[in-house]
């Protein structure tokens, strides 16, 4: 079972600041409690019993809230020297793992409500590098989309005109080894979505995409984070 989870909490989140501005964005408030409390104790809820907190901007808020555990799982941290996007924040915090086994990463400014039993069994029959959780979607200016062939693989990281539209919910199970051949070293400062998955889909690398019914939240957005504090739990 997976025990781990990293979390790419490092962003600097501009474009809530109109309405967040004294705490980095996953910090923030959901009825009282960071944001990133919440999605912590879905994870904890299902079994996650570690998460190595990838941070940047205002980390200090993040590492003196939480320290080194939470809810009885353990914490550690990757501390951006500098903003190194989503990519680069994923690539240091593999450099915390005290394991191989896959491990489960997370956009820290999104919830999606995922199985993750049902995420690691479908894993292990598509024998995938790499597993993105998914949600169907009409909006075709907010997320660019991704084609999946009949068999649950990624086959194009953009959506084909007139088909049913599958965007990344930000959840994700990953043999932790498959993230560094993307040929990025840790501290390089790359997009995970638009240059590390792109480049592990042209080395032949196996993506699958599993597609989910449960509640997507994305807070970056002032109307969207209001919108969260009446759905998550």
Known sequence: MVRTAIILAGGLGTRLRSVVSEVPKPMAPIRGRPFLACQMDYWIAQGIQEFVLSVGYRHEVIMGY??????GADIRYAIEPEPCGTGGGLLLATEQLSSVQPVLALNGDTFFAVSLAQLVAFHAVKQSDWTCCLF?????QRYLGLQL?????????????????????GVYLVKPDVITDAGYAPGAQVALETEILPQLLACKKRLSGLVCSGQFIDIGLPEDYFHAQTLLP
Do not use: I, K
């Not at 939480?66 to 809810?71: C, E, L, N, R, V």
């Not at 169907?136 to 075709?140: F, L, V």
């Open 66 to 71: 939480f320290g080194d555990s939470y809810a």
């Open 136 to 140: 169907r979607t009409q909006d075709t």
């Open 149 to 169: 062939a009949a068999d649950g693989q990624v086959v194009s990281l953009n959506a084909e005109a007139g088909a049913t539209r599958y965007a990344n919910g």
